[in-house]
């Protein structure tokens, strides 16, 4: 199983900054496609950004240039830099990892982190 601890959630200004990070309880990156989503209230959760094969980074249309997806192998953490950040970025943000195997997708989540855009 993988479990996650997540940090760097709050509250922000409009066009402010912030970092969420998310620290893996085991080795994830050689065996799961690891990356942020996110929950705003009374709407789905969506992708924001993740790593994908040949180490590519797919971002939502909605977080490209502003927001940046990175890791540290060696700490098993996956960060989401986000800047100039909006009002509409309000949401729930949770770190998934993510594993396809013969029967299906099997997701791994955590808890979830607040980020707050508001004047």
């Known amino acids: 199983q993988v479990q996650f601890v997540e940090s760097g959630g709050g509250l922000v200004q409009p066009g402010g900054s912030l970092r969420l990070s998310c620290t893996a309880s085991?080795?994830?990156?050689?065996?799961?496609?690891m990356g942020w989503y996110r929950q705003a209230p009374g709407k789905q959760r969506e992708l924001v950004a993740k790593f994908a094969s040949g180490g590519r980074i797919n971002y939502a249309d909605s977080v490209k240039g502003r927001f940046t997806l990175s890791r540290d192998n060696a700490k098993n953490t996956v960060y989401l830099q986000m800047t100039s950040l909006k009002p509409e970025d309000t949401a729930v943000y949770y770190c998934?990892?993510?594993?396809?195997?013969?029967?299906?997708?099997?997701?791994?989540w955590g808890q979830g982190t607040q980020v707050t855009v508001s004047s």
């Open positions: 998934n990892a993510r594993r396809v195997g013969l029967i299906g997708q099997t997701d791994y």
């Open positions: 085991v080795s994830v990156f050689s065996a799961y496609d």
